[in-house]
């Protein structure tokens, strides 16, 4: 476990930041604690480098989405380490630890602010105009820095279970002979932590009113309202509930609801555009982008830190700068139902015409997958080809494996061509919103009350309304009253559609226990061109291993070699 004091009486180097309105960040270097407590910024460097430890999911493992190990989408290039998910090469000795290093580092920048750098005045600064203000940000890092270290936890916890807590700068030695906590201790950690910090954080961050500063890049009440309801979920779901707790459910339903309240109060709302989640400006445009509730700014080389990362990776094989990267899966786009009547395509009387498939679905089908005859954005001379020997399919190296590619998250403006002027822009992952919170809440009512249409004092919202609120949003009808047994497939479709490839499938899945059911057989389309330009649609399917031990991730075997009393999670060797 990488957590050397990052301070110590030699020199230390850390890259260190002061925030602008996009957290963006120019670095200074920085030689012990002394200098550190300088400035305002020295000290806001260490925020940086927490902030910067946020996760997101552009292509976590060679350039894959870990939707790529779901039935949510295929890798086109073979041969990447994200195959290790599913054929077999997964183990203790290689155990995908990068969330491991990466959490625990920012846990221990997380303690380091609250351990040395708390209770400073800053008195060469006391006469500028600003000083109050600043005051005001510096005084409101030590609850940063205490939400992040429990939303860092939280990432340990939903891949590892019970993980060691460590809640202050020590000594290598000391944190290399802690013991891991149970999953039951992590997840109440957490929550605990969320309920101490909430009424002490910035409620909005604006609040500070520095001119040249817009701090809404940053952690708020409402952000630790989101975790502590995300978290009480997964603590309640079967993988860390085994026991079947109701109780549980009932505590993640009250805490959403009281993210409802949270959000009515600051104007968060369900955005009318489905496809504006992921615009340009979706990390500035509140007029647009009202729904999100944190999003974690992304940076690259380009101007101002714009990139095209995951357009290089995602735009189609056969397309300049395209790669292919990773292609929605059949089972994906099988899940989309028919917006006229909200049936899904195998049920009778949906309206569904295998001859025509994409005709009179769900418009989020659209907004997220692009497929076969579609006009890729930005790139208008000619319609996709991803029938064999098409354009854009295989045998080209990158074509679809799958029939299609995804859209979704791209910004689809981006032009990869060669004299373009506009190949870059700035990303903004979706760590929490507001449609995944109504279906958070549908879960966890639908599991306390036992039904779909159940209301009660406390919930006078039923789970099929909370439901249907993302449905609606996208054109689709509402779910009917009395779906009975049938309502969990539907609402595990709805939640499969709403929020793919926004990094839930990998882990819904699994604290859902349902893997076997899902995870298994990956459905492709193999479209051929017929000598009439018709084109035919031949469904085909690819088998993938598990294991039951693959509901959580291996402690990493450096660790357990390092640390004699940490476990290893059952199954891995």
Not at 97 to 115: H, K
Not at 375 to 383: F, G, H, I, L, S
Not at 425 to 449: C, I, P, S
Request: net charge neutral; hydrophobic share 35%.
């Amino acid at each position: 476990m990488k957590l050397n004091n990052i301070l110590c009486s030699s020199l230390a180097v850390l890259a260190l930041v002061s925030c602008n309105d996009k957290m963006n960040y120019n670095e200074y270097n920085i030689y012990d604690k002394d200098y550190v407590s300088k400035t305002f910024s020295n000290v806001g460097g260490f925020m940086t480098d927490i902030y910067n430890t946020i996760d997101y999911d552009y292509g976590s493992y060679g350039n894959a989405i870990m939707g790529s190990t779901t039935d949510e989408s295929e890798f086109a290039v073979s041969g990447t380490s994200i195959d290790d998910f599913f054929n077999g090469a997964w183990s203790a000795t290689n155990a995908k630890s990068s969330v491991w290093s990466s959490m625990y580092t920012g846990i221990n920048i997380c303690n380091q602010v609250m351990d040395k750098f708390v209770g400073l005045t800053f008195p060469d600064y006391e006469m500028n105009s600003d000083y109050d203000k600043q005051m005001a940000r510096y005084n409101n890092y030590k609850w940063e820095a205490r939400f992040w270290r429990a939303y860092f936890y939280f990432n340990l916890a939903k891949q590892y279970g019970g993980v060691p807590l460590i809640t202050k700068v020590q000594s290598t030695d000391i944190t290399n002979t802690t013991p891991r906590a149970t999953s039951d201790e992590t997840f109440k950690f957490i929550i605990d932590e969320c309920n101490l910090v909430q009424d002490s954080i910035v409620k909005n961050p604006a609040d500070f009113n520095l001119p040249s500063e817009i701090d809404n890049g940053r952690a708020s009440r409402i952000t630790v309202l989101a975790l502590k309801a995300r978290a009480a979920l997964y603590w309640a779901s079967p993988l860390f509930n085994p026991q079947g707790d109701k109780e549980r459910y009932h505590t993640a339903a009250l805490y959403t609801k009281q993210l409802f309240d949270e959000c009515k109060e600051r104007g968060i709302d369900l955005t009318a555009n489905y496809a504006d989640l992921w615009s340009t400006n979706n990390w500035k445009d509140t007029n647009i982008t009202k729904e999100i509730i944190f999003g974690r700014r992304i940076y690259g080389s380009g101007s101002n830190g714009a990139s095209n990362t995951f357009e290089s990776r995602n735009y189609p094989a056969g397309i300049e700068g395209g790669n292919g990267g990773n292609c929605p899966t059949q089972n994906l786009v099988d899940a989309y139902d028919m917006k006229a009547t909200g049936l899904g395509i195998g049920e009778a009387g949906s309206g569904y015409v295998s001859s025509n498939p994409y005709a009179g679905r769900d418009p989020r089908l659209d907004a997220t997958v692009a497929k076969n005859g579609d006009v890729w954005p930005t790139y208008q001379k000619a319609k996709l080809e991803t029938f064999y020997g098409g354009v854009n399919a295989q045998p080209l190296s990158g074509g679809t494996l799958t029939g299609y590619y995804v859209k979704k998250l791209c910004h689809g403006a981006i032009n990869l061509t060669a004299n373009s002027k506009y190949k870059v822009d700035n990303h903004t992952w979706v760590t929490f919103r507001l449609g995944e919170f109504y279906l958070n809440y549908a879960e966890a009512v639908f599991k306390y009350l036992g039904s779909a249409d159940a209301t009660s004092a406390e919930f006078p919202m039923s789970a099929r309304e909370a439901a249907s609120k993302t449905r609606v949003r996208a054109g689709m009808p509402a779910f009917p009253v009395g779906m009975g047994d049938a309502f969990w497939a539907k609402y595990t479709n709805e939640r499969f559609v709403e929020l793919a490839f926004e990094g839930h499938r990998f882990w819904d899945v699994r604290r859902w226990k349902e893997a076997d059911k899902y995870f298994k057989e990956i459905k492709e389309m193999k479209l051929t061109k017929n000598a009439d330009g018709s084109i035919s649609y031949t469904p085909n399917t690819v088998t993938r291993q598990w294991d039951d031990k693959m509901y959580l991730f291996p402690i990493p075997q450096t660790e357990i070699q390092k640390n004699k009393n940490l476990t290893q999670n059952p199954g891995w060797k």
